[in-house]
Nanobody, 123 residues
Framework: VQLQASGGGLVQAGGSLRLSCAAS????????MGWFRQAPGKEREFVSF????????LYANSMKGRFTISRDNAKNTVYLQMNSLKPEDTAVYYC?????????????????WGQGTLVTVSS
């Protein structure tokens, strides 16, 4: 399985971006999926999670009310709509497929990762 993340870019504070994560060579359909991010000099951190059927959606506290995760299983694609962006949201954003039953907030729970897409928010 290959995950291709896209949609990053440069945006001013208060702006919006929509990230996409498309699976190929396999499927993400039915799998739990997550978004993580990594800022320069920092560890990769949990952003959002969506269950295989889309019924469960979770967010890191700092993203609640601003970010929305969704998926289209027919297209093997997961999305992350990011609104009201802040400079501190600047990071490389990664999508990942969850394969293990350990904490969904931990990178250890995920097997396949996208290459990352850079989001830069200017003040």
């Amino acid at each position: 399985v290959q995950l291709q993340a896209s949609g990053g870019g440069l945006v001013q504070a208060g702006g919006s971006l929509r990230l996409s994560c498309a699976a190929s060579g396999g499927t993400s359909s039915g799998y739990d999926m997550g978004w993580f991010r990594q800022a320069p000099g920092k560890e990769r951190e949990f952003v959002s999670f969506i269950s295989g059927g889309g019924g469960t959606k979770l967010y890191a506290n700092s993203m609640k009310g601003r970010f929305t995760i969704s998926r289209d299983n027919a297209k093997n694609t997961v999305y992350l709509q990011m609104n009201s962006l802040k400079p501190e949201d600047t990071a490389v954003y990664y999508c990942a497929r969850r394969a293990y039953s350990s904490s969904l907030y931990s990178t250890d729970s995920y097997d396949y990762w996208g290459q990352g897409t850079l989001v830069t928010v200017s003040s």
